[in-house]
C-alpha cells in the first residue's frame, strides 16, 4: 500500500549558482558521493530528497545526507535512507521506495513513492 508521494522540482541555473556561492550549501544537501557528477545530475540528485521529504511528511530534524541517491547497474535510481530518514520511514512502516527523475527544460524533477 502508498503510505507517501512526493514531487519535486529544482531549477537547475538556481541550484547551481547556490552550489557556487558556497560549499556549504552543496555540503549540506548532498553527500561526497553524490556530489560526484555534473550540477544537472546533481539538481536532480536533490529534487528526489526534497520529493522523499515530502513523502515523508517533511519530518523535524531531517538531514538532508541521511539519504543517498544512488543509481543502480540498469541505470535505475534508488535511495538509501539511514539515520533521520530511515527512523520516520520505520515509524510510518514503510518497507520500499521507488523514485524517478528527470531533467528537462532547465529543471529537474523527481517523485517518489513510499510503501508498506
Given at each position: 500500500?502508498?503510505?507517501?508521494?512526493?514531487?519535486?522540482?529544482?531549477?537547475?541555473?538556481?541550484?547551481?549558482?547556490?552550489?557556487?556561492?558556497?560549499?556549504?550549501?552543496?555540503?549540506?544537501v548532498?553527500?561526497?558521493?553524490?556530489?560526484?557528477?555534473?550540477?544537472?545530475?546533481?539538481?536532480?540528485?536533490?529534487?528526489?530528497?526534497?520529493?522523499?521529504?515530502?513523502?515523508?511528511?517533511?519530518?523535524?530534524?531531517?538531514?538532508?545526507?541521511?539519504v543517498?541517491?544512488?543509481?543502480?547497474?540498469?541505470?535505475?535510481?534508488?535511495?538509501?535512507?539511514?539515520?533521520?530518514?530511515?527512523?520516520?520511514?520505520?515509524?510510518?512502516g514503510?518497507?520500499?521506495?521507488?523514485?524517478?527523475?528527470?531533467?528537462?527544460?532547465?529543471v529537474?524533477?523527481?517523485?517518489v513513492?513510499?510503501?508498506?
Open positions: 500500500m502508498i503510505v507517501g508521494i512526493g514531487i519535486d522540482t529544482c531549477d537547475i541555473a538556481r541550484f547551481a549558482a547556490a552550489t557556487e556561492r558556497s560549499d556549504v550549501f552543496l555540503n549540506r548532498l553527500n561526497p558521493v553524490e556530489q560526484v557528477g555534473t550540477t544537472l545530475t546533481q539538481a536532480g540528485r536533490f529534487a528526489a530528497k526534497e520529493a522523499l521529504a515530502k513523502a515523508l511528511g517533511a519530518p523535524a530534524g531531517l538531514v538532508w545526507t541521511d543517498t541517491v544512488t543509481k543502480a547497474d540498469d541505470g535505475r535510481p534508488g535511495l538509501d535512507l539511514h539515520g533521520t530518514l530511515a527512523a520516520r520511514a520505520q515509524e510510518l514503510i518497507t520500499r521506495t521507488h523514485v524517478s527523475i528527470t531533467h528537462d527544460a532547465g529537474a524533477t523527481a517523485i513513492i513510499c510503501e508498506d
